[in-house]
Nanobody, 123 residues
Framework: QVQLVESGGGLVQTGGSLRLSCAASGGTFSNYAMGWFRQAPGKEREFVAVISSSGGSLNYADSVKGRFTISRDNAKNTVALQMNSLKPEDTAVYYC????????????????WGQGTQVTVSS
């Protein structure tokens, strides 16, 4: 059993930045690929970013490339999403997820989800 707890969401103006954090417990964090997903009002949940268990491989949705950065600290059992140059279309509930591999995690086939944290970008 793995528990994921997110923090860092909030309200920010267009062009601003937020840093989301996800803290994991109850499992061996370094064994999991970690991902971020988001769901905007009236939309399907979509992939945002993923990082391999070692941190050696990363992948991003085209919509956030160059603006968002995923990272992890296996010593602290955390994964972060640095969100820069935010746009109103980034407004969504952001979810942290843990999966068995980068490949499966980026597709949303994961074992564990966080509770979600709201990110609102005002225009």
């Amino acid at each position: 059993q793995v528990q994921l707890v997110e923090s860092g969401g909030g309200l920010v103006q267009t062009g601003g930045s937020l840093r989301l954090s996800c803290a994991a417990s109850g499992g061996t964090f370094s064994n999991y690929a970690m991902g971020w997903f988001r769901q905007a009002p009236g939309k399907e949940r979509e992939f945002v970013a993923v990082i391999s268990s070692s941190g050696g491989s990363l992948n991003y949705a085209d919509s956030v490339k160059g603006r968002f950065t995923i990272s992890r600290d296996n010593a602290k059992n955390t994964v972060a999403l640095q969100m820069n140059s935010l746009k109103p279309e980034d407004t969504a509930v952001y979810y942290c997820a843990a999966g068995s591999s980068l490949y499966w995690t980026l597709r949303g086939t994961v074992g564990y989800w966080g509770q979600g944290t709201q990110v609102t970008v005002s225009s």
